[in-house]
């Protein structure tokens, strides 16, 4: 069964304190108006992790149909679990849709799942950030980016800053009016005024690319 998220912050606190330390981002939520992030919900890590590498570099729609087949033949086995993943054949996963690079991925995404180095999703929620991102970027094809992801729109954590995210660092560079690209630590850098919010920050600066 699907379990629902829910933001580990009070958003109307986390506004009131990016207005206050930001007149730029404040102007932003003037404009975009209320904050409306939208949780993902999801099964287990191994079935938002499974999700992520399917995405990676395809469309939208591509990938859907992918992840269809693919969770199709996992029910088979016996549901989308790392185990049912260790049944699976080479052949069908690859007739799924699959890349070598995705099956070998999700071939050790169901290994580190049942030898614990992906935690449950409940165990989840009581890990820290940075210990979450150690564990988790252990799994092959897993990034940083995603497990930032993951954090923000499935486990709801309040201060997460993804500046490898190449909307935030535009968005970053038109809100703040910067000539060049600004890298990485220049972001984090600024961003210490907005923990311990930099997730509803990061929501804001998205925002503001849909936004005129």
């Known amino acids: 069964m699907k379990k629902k998220p829910q933001y580990q912050y009070d958003p109307t606190t986390a506004l009131a304190h990016l207005r206050e330390v930001d007149a730029e981002l404040a102007a932003v939520i003037e404009r975009v108006g209320s904050y409306a992030l939208e949780m993902h919900e999801t099964g287990s890590l191994f079935e938002a992790m499974l999700r992520s590498i ?7 729609k591509a990938a859907a149909s992918i992840l269809a087949r693919v969770r199709a ?25 699959l890349s070598r690079n995705k099956l070998l991925a999700i071939r050790d995404l169901a290994a580190r799942c049942l030898d614990g180095t992906v935690p ?10 940075a210990e979450l991102i150690e564990r988790l970027t252990a799994v092959r094809g897993i990034g940083p980016w995603t497990v930032h992801m993951l954090l923000i729109f499935h486990l709801g954590r309040p201060d997460v800053m993804p ?30 005024k907005w923990e311990p919010y930099r997730s509803v ?3 804001y600066l998205w ?6």
């Open 54 to 60: 399917v995405y990676q570099q395809l469309h939208g």
């Open 73 to 97: 033949e996992l029910e088979r086995h016996g549901g989308v679990t790392p185990e049912a993943a260790t049944r699976a054949s080479d052949e069908l996963l690859r007739a799924a849709g």
């Open 120 to 129: 449950t999703f409940a165990a989840a929620r009581k890990l820290a950030d």
């Open 163 to 192: 500046t490898g995210d190449f909307a935030i660092r535009l968005a970053f560079k038109k809100l703040y009016r910067k000539r060049k690209d600004p890298t990485p630590e220049h972001i984090v850098k600024h961003a210490r």
């Open 201 to 203: 920050a990061s929501w």
């Open 207 to 212: 925002r503001s690319l849909d936004t005129p």
